[in-house]
């Protein structure tokens, strides 16, 4: 990234336009999103299922959606699949309400310093969280075992969950759902972070909840690397660097688990 390029507080561009989204929109872009998400998810394994499962020509919708959910290379194609799906949604959502979705995505570069730094914060919520799992003899990655087990490339599975999952995951959540809850906190009533720290908390739990494979203590630690995201989003100005943050802890934790399953 440009080691000249100083990011832009958000506040000041927020306070320059009125809300893309109205409190009513901004709720039923909130939950219309969420559903998106595990429909976009469903989407893709039916999708995938149909052209990577063997004798789905007479197979019911139930069949695909068990067989497909645990298949390595259905997963990793319908993680591919939910990626188009939701951030072309996200985008046409921005555009049909006469938004510019670079802008309100916040897709611009940011400072290299405050990249070093926000890396710096990651890897020690990592050494962290990875000694409390060893303390309490946590397998986090338990689910992956079937999907490594039957994908047809590892490095499918690899790039499509260290990689694109970040991507529109980041869109969703850091993304426009940060800004649209965000800005309905830009009056002059409310502290300039006030916006910030509602959409980071509101943000992060539904973050960390949607990930239904993981138990109470992972979806805990979720919730910290989801406020970690987050504060790299307000500092940086720019969704790019919690994407990039989001590849780093999603690649340490595959590598950590190609090394174990070897």
């Not at 997963?75 to 799906?85: A, K, P, R, Y």
């Not at 985008?91 to 405050?114: D, N």
């Not at 309905?184 to 006030?194: G, I, K, L, N």
């Not at 979806?219 to 660097?241: E, P, Q």
Request: net charge neutral; aromatic share 12%.
């Amino acid at each position: 990234m440009p080691k000249n390029v100083t990011a832009l507080p958000d506040i000041a561009t927020s306070s320059e336009r009125p809300p893309l989204f109205s409190r009513v929109g901004t709720f039923m872009l909130t939950v219309g999103m969420v559903l998106a998400f595990f429909i976009s998810q469903l989407v893709g394994v039916y999708i995938a299922g149909k052209l990577v499962l063997p004798a789905t020509k007479n197979a019911s919708m139930g069949d695909i959606f068990f067989f497909g959910s645990n298949d390595g290379t259905v997963v990793s194609l319908s993680i591919l699949i939910g990626c188009v799906l939701l951030m072309t949604t996200s985008v046409l959502i921005i555009r049909i309400k006469g938004g510019e979705w670079r802008q309100y995505l916040a897709l611009k570069p940011f400072s290299f310093t405050v990249g070093m730094g926000m890396l710096g914060l990651l890897l020690i919520f990592m050494i962290v969280s990875q000694a409390l799992t060893y303390m309490l003899d946590m397998t986090p990655l338990v689910f992956v075992d079937p999907l490594y087990q039957s994908v047809s490339s590892v490095w499918l599975l690899v790039f499509a969950m260290v990689v694109v999952a970040p991507i529109y995951e980041e869109v969703i959540f850091r993304g426009i759902l940060w800004s649209a809850i965000k800005e309905q906190f830009t009056a002059p009533s409310y502290s300039v972070q006030h916006g910030a720290i509602v959409a980071s908390i509101v943000t992060s739990l539904i973050f960390a909840t949607i990930h239904v494979q993981y138990g109470i203590y992972e979806i805990s630690t979720i919730v910290v690397l989801a406020f970690i995201f987050c504060y790299a989003r307000i500092k940086s100005g720019s969704l790019l660097l919690p994407i990039v943050l989001h590849i780093v802890n999603n690649g340490a934790a595959m590598w950590q688990y190609l090394a174990q399953a070897a």
